[in-house]
Structures are given as C-alpha cells and as structure tokens.
C-alpha cells in the first residue's frame, strides 16, 4: 500500500494511520518505543455493525468493505472525521445507516467518538469501534496478555504466544476473550471500564472516556485459531483481532452518540496502565465521607444467624453475648448475617426479621446492647434478586429484569448444608430485578426502612457488584427507556436509602466486591482475597478506601499479613462465618498485633500511599523476585516504606533495594527494631515484617521510629 493513501495522527508517544479507501486503522505505533501494535494494512478493521434481519440475527457491515468514506481532516492536523451515508451489510444488502467517526490525538492519547444515525427500519445492536486487525507483540519472542478489572483484583488471559479462550467453542469461529458468565463483571462495563494488553514493560490502554451507564466490552479474537490446541499455540498465520464492542441497540430513526473510547500506549507495567484511569476517574468521581468509626484500623466478625435449610443457630436475645467476646478480642463490628426471614439467600428482597430467632424488638434491643459496648451491628442485606419462593414475590413479580423474548433472566441459586441442597435439587431460585422500575425501587425503600428502625450501624449489601446474566431490561411496563443498561440505577438505589439515614452520619453503607463506580456512594467493600497470587488492583486504584477480607483459618495468618500488604480490615470469620472470637484464639491474637504494628504506624500504613510494588525491588535468596511486598509512601514526607511477607512454611532471607540504604525492620508480633544496611530481611515461616527508614542515632533496638 502507498503511504499517499494513509492519513497519519501523530501525537505524544502514539502515532495513527488511518486506510484513506476503508477508514480503517491500519497502524498504531508507540513513537516512545517503536511498539507497531498494529501495522499490515491488508488485515487493518473497521467498524462493524450487528443489524439483525428477520430470520438472520448475525447480520453484520464490515467498515472496511463499505464505499469510501467522506473525509473532513481537523484544522491543526490532529484528528479526522470520517463519515458513511449508508452502510451495506453482509447478508441485507443497503442501508440508510449512517456512521461518523471522529479520531482525534491529544498528547499520548487517541480518542475515538462515533456516532450512529440509524434511518433503517432495523436495530442496531452492537457496533465494533475501534478495531485492530492485527494486534502484534512488540517482538515475535514476547508475550502478550489482557488485563482488566474485576471485582476488587485483576483477570489476566494469555493472548500470545498461547491464547487463552474464555467463550465455548460452539459458539464462536474463532479462539475468543470477552465477559464469560462465570465472571459476570469481567470484561464488560461498569465491572471493567478499561482493558490492557501487556507486553514486557510496555502496553495498550483502552478504556471508557465518559462516565455513562451504556454498556461496552473488550473482544479479541485468534483467526484462524491454533495449530495446537492442548499447548493454545497459535497457527502460523493466526493474528488478533482487538476490538471494543458497544452494545447500544439503536432502534429505527435515532440517532446515538456512543461512548467514546481512549486508548493509550504507555511505558512500565500494568501500574502504570491503572495510573491512566485513575487520573481519569480522580475528576469526576467522588465518594461520601466515611464514618470515622470505620476508617480505622480494625476487625469485624461476620455471624450467620440461619440459612435457606432453618438452621436457626442463635437466637435475638443471645447476640449480646457474641457481642461481649467481640469487645474483649478487640473486635469493633459484627456483621449479621441470615437475620432476615427465611434465612440468608431465601425470601429477597423481603427484609423483615425472622420470627423463629425472636421478635423484631428483642433483635433491636440486642443491636442497642451490642453498641452500648463499644461494638457496631451491621446487617446483611440484597436487594439485586428476588426468591421466587417467597410467600411475597407476587407483590414485585412484575419487577424482574426481562430479556428480549419477554422472560425473566436466570438469576442466581445458593446451596446450604443438606445433601438434598447441595445437589441442587430444592435450592431457592432468585431472580435479577429490575432497578429501573419504580415500582422495585419503592419496594425496596420500604424493606431498608426496617434495617434502619432496627438501629443498625450499617448495612452490608452482598451481591451488590452484579445482576448474574441481566444486563438490558426489555420490559415495556416498568416505565424506562428499552432496553434499560441493568447497572444504570445501582448507585441510584443506595442514594435514595441515604435519605433515610441523613440523622445518621455514622451510619456505614458496604458492599461486596464493589465495582470502582460504586464508591461513589459506598463507603467500605468487602472481598474474598485468600489466593497466593492476589493482586490488589483495587487497593492500587483506590489507596485509601476501606476494603475488608474474610479471615477464615484457625491460624490464619498468612490472610493477616496480607491485610497489612494491601490495607484491608479483617472480617473474622471462624467456621465460615458460623462461629464466635472465642473458636479463633491464635488468629485474633494475630491480628491484633497486625492492627497494632500498623496503628504504630500508621503514616505509612494506613495513612500513607499504597503503591504496590512501584518503588523497590524484593529479591530472594537466590535472586528470584520474591512474592508478596507492597511498597507505601510516608502521608506526609512521601518517604517510602515497605510491607514484606512470607506465605511458605519455610524461613526466608529477602534483599530489599529502592527504598534508601540504612533501614529498620520490624515483625508482625516483634518488639524490637533491627537495623540493616545491606537491605537484608530475614523472615521466619507464615511471617511478615515492615521495613522503614532508620533514624537518630541510637540502635532501632532501643526506640521505636519517629513519625
């Protein structure tokens, strides 16, 4: 191809070609590192428009097998819109479809806006933009994987030299990545507002530019597929295909202006890709403010009252007990679990608390008893599903999220304790629910009126991330647009509860595994992290935001020491959630001293900046990297400090380099400090330590540090 047919957008770092005849993208290129991530004209993309006919849903227009667009280059040189009257599609021949795509660069960044005037008696479903061709690794000995955000850490996908498929084959011509249903907020916005491909110390941000609730996702695709399917090699001609895929169903005779997209080429790991969105999302997001009880450092138990099979474990009237050891382990909240009728996962939304456990008044005469002792009740709420065996369902069935056939979602099911359960055979089918209907969003208004008549110090809403499979709602009755983007009124719904609790600024509104978006009424996340390889993307992206983990072991203290890593607040939770302090001596014992090290410390480890590992170097022994350390920078004097852990059975000797040259170190448990001056840390079995710059001149061992 002549490089007279190629029009270029050359910015800060990244450079953009664009085919003259097709308006594809025939080249992305890092200026900085000489990255072509996309470079061979012949296999560069277009758009590509989904316009289901009657009797032939994949019906698709090809951007790059249209006419030749309509070109309108920007005045100083750096953007170029391109425009089709009509499109023609694959199997549907014309359309009075009309595209505008406005491809701009601004410093390091490329911005693509597109826009869609449908004039055609059809939807358009789904429109592909931007799409790459042909996505490359820098060289062909270097790996390249995804990386996006989910549900507090990171979901990683090999892409080269092996491809890893997450879509069946059975559905799909080709090797694929996108959101997968055992994922639900993996790949697809608001649970991953931006997608990285990573190469070695270097890589590809593409994320959402606006703040919308419309729905965008990430697809690669391996064409053809693998020559060896066991190993996923790709076959030799095989090449990716990345595109960002909007799904804005525009109905005959609207217009949609879809959410534009940036991408970014960029230098270092995947922080430094994070680092993008977040100075992104750091102008126009902010959250509430925290009650001040919650923002320290601290523990939770989390206590399961009863279940869908009626274990009914604890009366009302013995919580004050439960919250008695609390206070003497040092523990300052207990998050009730299965209080409600029915029992945790049975009769949602339905709030009202369970008769067979007490009366509503022992309940909230046992939450003012547990608060009179210095420790807080939250309670367990969902409001996302609705148990379709509740004597009430009746009263919010219309409310259920419905596809496009005009039937309610699959939802979720949850199996407790008997074998008949466990098999799956009576378990209680919940449904999505609609938050786009009025009508729901009263009923559950009503149903958080009694978490606050009970005097509750919070609320934890679980499963409050995802809507399982719903993700449009096609009811015509519920009175919102069609199709309705399912995650549009998430936050919506916590705000109209906190009209209720404006008398009550301590009152604490949590989450499970929050999605980024819904800090912005949140104020604490509650996770699962208990994996080796966790990586506490969240944390990255949020330093200072409460997020807490459950603690489950009898001598837990690896989880402890990760909770010192990455700032979260334990949730004690012995027997899965079942049992008292009292079943967790060593664990509490632990913990304790973890939160007191880091109270200690709390300039660097709780009020300080958590940079993961940005900033030092661990080595081991043998000079392998070592796994896990965190790296936090000083609230005030950005001095940095590290946490360091060892999770193997094993003592270990770490070298520590990047955080000065004459050092103190401290156990988890210890009370001594040891100077070091070769960066060394010996660490025993399931230990970790904190390193920090040494000060005065008297030995460690003789005063703490200043702060």
Sequence with gaps: MKATELFYLPGNGIQLAIDRCTGALARVESIETGWCVTDRPELAAGFRLLIPLPGRRNNLAYGERQDPPEIQPGPSGDEITLSWRQVRSEHGGEHPIGVTL??????????????????????????????????????????????????????????????ESNCGPHGVDYPTQMASF??????????????LVLARDQGMYVGVAERRDDLVSWRSELVPGFADTIAGQPNPDATIRFSTVHLPFVPPGTTKVLTPIALELFRGGWQTGANIYRKWREEWMTGPTTPDWAGEPHSWLQLHLNSPEDEL?????????????????????????????GGQ????????????LGTFEELRDAIAQIHALGVRVVLFCKFTWGDRTAPRYPEIAADTVKDPYGDPYNGVYYRYQTPTQLLGINVRHLVPMCFGSEHYLAACEKEFATVVALGAAGMLFDQCQHHADARLCFDDGHGHPLPWPVYGNDNELVRRFSRQTLQSPDFLYAGERLYDWEFEQYHLSYLQ???????????????????????????????????????YLISYEPFNFKGRPSDFPRTIAYG????ALRTELRDWFWDGTFRDTVGADVRSADGRSHHPYAVYLHRDTREPALAVANYAAEAASVRIEGIGSRLASRLVGGD?????????VDLPPRSAAVVIPARGTLRMEDQPPAT
């Excluded at 449908?118 to 789904?126: A, G, K, Q, W």
């Excluded at 592909?128 to 507090?152: I, K, M, N, V």
């Excluded at 304790?592 to 939160?595: L, P, V």
């Design 102 to 163: 406005r491809i701009s660069v601004a410093g390091r960044r490329a911005l693509f806006e597109t826009t869609v005037e449908n004039r055609s008696e059809y939807t358009v479903e789904n429109v592909w933009t931007p799409c790459l061709g042909d996505l490359r690794p820098p060289s062909p000995d270097e790996e390249l994987r995804s990386f996006c955000l989910s549900q507090a850490t990171a979901v990683q996908l090999r892409m080269w030299p092996h491809f």
């Design 182 to 195: 055992d994922d639900p907020n993996a790949g697809v916005t608001p649970g991953s507002p931006f997608m």
């Design 313 to 341: 474990r604890l009366p009302f009237r013995e919580l004050p007990g439960v919250g008695q050891e609390c206070a003497d382990a040092g523990i300052r909240a207990i998050q009730l679990v299965g209080w409600n009728e």
């Design 345 to 356: 996962d049975r009769g949602y939304p339905f709030h009202q608390s369970d008769p067979r």
């Design 529 to 567: 992290s208990a994996k080796p390889g966790h990586l506490p993307l969240h944390r990255y992206l949020l330093p200072h935001a409460p997020m807490m983990t459950a603690v489950t072991g009898f001598d837990d203290r690896n989880i402890i020491n990760q909770c010192l890593l990455y700032r």
């Design 592 to 595: 304790r001293q973890m939160d």
């Design 672 to 680: 001594t400090w040891t100077t070091i001056s070769d960066g060394r």
